[in-house]
């Protein structure tokens, strides 16, 4: 079996399920959308919330997929950054104990959070807090680790730190590692667009948008979206929510069609979704067998609060 890496933002997630959204308004907060914060807004945000009933969990985009993967037997290896604190302790002892080979190094900072609000219809707002994770550099990548790998998943806010993602591109190219990301967030893609289309044209070879990242990216929606997009990537995924999801696979198109669940929970649904497609794509299944796997793992993770499922 292929062995699949994972390199993202290591985190901790406090989710909070709250039907005040003045909390958005209060710290310039976009509903449905991912602020990067400050060690003090974070500080003054946990303050304003400490009432709150509060999920915590491991988290971080591409870890959560890493652990999906685990979690259906795939070899999976994951790098990131964490703090010499209990909150990194925490995520280290999760993923291995998930099955996940950790490759992490450390910082004195504090190990990220990532402040998830979850309001009707399970919707998310992030306030991420990156802490230890935004101290990781190219001089963490080692080359003996991407050559024991078959794959890498990255994150799409891995973008923020383009010197970064661009390294681990490259010597993910060298090592002879096929590149998967996910375009992450709608308001990353309006912000940081030339870098993620370079992104896409040179490296990437699977990417996985939601219908508002692919319009931030194309300008257009649903297929005529994904037409773009395979014309950067042989692997295009877009997912449409309750509307399953469309991909374009080596230049053929696939129907993939939803679970119906009861919407808890969005967390991470989007990243077990990418679990589950990956797991099929280095298993060589079908398309529509693979894209039936990752809407089933993906509609289980919307049922419950966060982005850890029970298999």
């Known amino acids: 079996m292929k062995k699949i890496l994972g390199i993202g933002n290591a985190l901790v997630d406090a989710l909070i399920e709250t039907h005040d959204e003045t909390i958005f308004n209060k710290f310039g907060l976009k509903k449905g959308?991912?602020?990067?914060?400050?060690?003090?807004?974070?500080?003054?945000?946990?303050?304003?919330?400490?009432?709150?009933?509060?999920?915590?969990?491991?988290?971080?985009?591409t870890s959560n997929t890493i652990y999906g993967l685990a979690q259906l037997g795939a070899q999976t290896g994951y790098i990131g950054k964490i703090g010499t604190d209990e909150m990194g302790e925490f995520f280290k002892k999760d993923m291995e104990n998930a099955g996940v080979t950790t490759h992490l190094s450390y910082s004195n900072i504090d190990t990220g959070i990532a402040t998830t609000f979850i309001t009707k219809g399970g919707e998310r707002t992030f306030a991420t807090y990156l802490?230890?994770?935004?101290?990781?550099?190219?001089?963490?990548?080692?080359?003996?680790?991407?050559?024991?790998?078959?794959l890498i998943h990255v994150e799409g806010y891995l973008v923020f730190n383009k010197d970064l993602i661009i390294n681990i591109c490259k010597l993910a190219k060298k090592c002879g590692l096929q590149?998967?990301?996910?375009?992450?967030?709608?308001?990353?893609?309006?912000?940081?667009?030339?870098?993620?289309?370079?992104?896409?044209?040179?490296?990437?070879?699977?990417?996985?948008?939601?219908?508002?990242?692919?319009?931030?990216?194309?300008?257009?929606?649903?297929?005529?979206?994904?037409?773009?997009?395979?014309?950067?990537?042989?692997?295009?995924?877009?997912?449409?929510?309750?509307?399953?999801?469309?991909?374009?696979?080596?230049?053929?198109?696939?129907?993939?069609?939803?679970?119906?669940?009861?919407?808890?929970?969005?967390?991470?649904?989007g990243d077990i979704f990418a679990a589950g497609f990956l797991y099929g794509l280095v298993n060589n299944y079908s398309i529509a067998d693979t894209g039936a796997l990752a809407s089933k793992l993906g509609a289980k993770c919307v049922e419950t609060v966060g982005a850890r499922i029970t298999l």
């Open 33 to 61: 959308g991912m602020e990067m914060i400050s060690a003090e807004l974070k500080n003054e945000i946990h303050r304003e919330i400490h009432g709150l009933k509060q999920t915590i969990a491991s988290g971080g985009s």
């Open 131 to 150: 802490g230890a994770a935004a101290t990781q550099t190219s001089e963490d990548l080692q080359e003996s680790i991407f050559s024991l790998y078959d």
């Open 179 to 269: 590149i998967s990301m996910d375009m992450a967030s709608y308001n990353l893609v309006e912000v940081m667009r030339p870098l993620v289309e370079e992104l896409l044209r040179d490296y990437v070879d699977i990417i996985f948008a939601n219908e508002d990242e692919a319009f931030a990216f194309t300008g257009k929606k649903e297929c005529e979206a994904l037409e773009v997009l395979s014309t950067y990537c042989p692997v295009s995924i877009v997912k449409l929510g309750e509307e399953g999801s469309i991909a374009k696979v080596h230049g053929e198109t696939t129907i993939i069609p939803s679970v119906k669940v009861h919407c808890k929970d969005t967390t991470g649904a």
